[in-house]
């Protein structure tokens, strides 16, 4: 069965190395900035969901789309478009408690599996000084990152104090208890490569 991520994105092309199935990537062409909603958690599920069927009109098998944001009382945190938004939102993060949505989809026509949901995941951050932040925004590709962060370098995890919900969500932009059981009903085998 062939298995296509709707998403060019690093950090889930690792998730799915790491599970050790046969995969190839197909980026979904959509402007996600077209999708809203006044429920965050359903904006991101919709997002992922327009990215799925936006694979899924070109290709067979399935397809496995995400959306990650991050948000701080009403601020929704995508990818910055320049370094000046970059250092903002990490100083509105900064000592404060965030929330990240990653919104998943999964379709495999051939087993009849339609699946969409959110992970909810919140964190706090440690203060960053400024001196912090500029280096940071300096030395990285903050403009690739929701939230001009990615908690899965090693230095970045320590940005954060606590978090609470979807760890691979939250790490890794793809929610590990939404993806394993869809690839266990489409009879895939884990580590099958």
């Known amino acids: 069965m062939k298995i296509i991520l709707a998403s060019g994105s690093t950090t889930r092309k690792i998730m799915m190395d790491a599970f050790g199935v046969p995969y190839s990537i197909v980026p979904a062409n959509i402007n996600e900035k077209t999708i809203r909603d006044g429920n965050l958690k359903i ?40 370094l000046k938004e970059a250092r903002e939102m990490l100083k509105l993060q900064s000592n404060r408690k965030c929330t990240m949505y990653t919104g998943f989809c999964y379709i495999d026509k051939a087993n009849n599996i339609n699946y969409s949901n959110t992970a909810v995941s919140k ?4 203060k960053l000084s400024d001196e912090e932040i500029n280096k940071f925004v300096k030395n990285n590709p903050v403009l690739k990152w929701s939230a ?10 320590g940005f954060i104090d606590q978090i609470e919900g979807s760890m691979t969500g939250l790490m890794y932009g793809l929610p590990a208890e939404f993806l394993i059981p869809c690839l266990e009903k489409s009879g895939i085998k884990l580590f099958s490569k």
């Open 43 to 82: 904006q991101a599920e919709k997002i992922a969901r327009a990215k799925a069927e936006n694979v899924l009109k070109g290709n067979d098998g399935i397809i496995i789309a995400a959306d990650t944001f991050g948000s701080f009382k009403g601020h929704i945190l995508e990818k910055p478009q320049s």
């Open 123 to 126: 964190y706090t951050f440690r």
């Open 148 to 157: 001009a962060f990615a908690p899965l370098d090693p230095y970045q995890v």
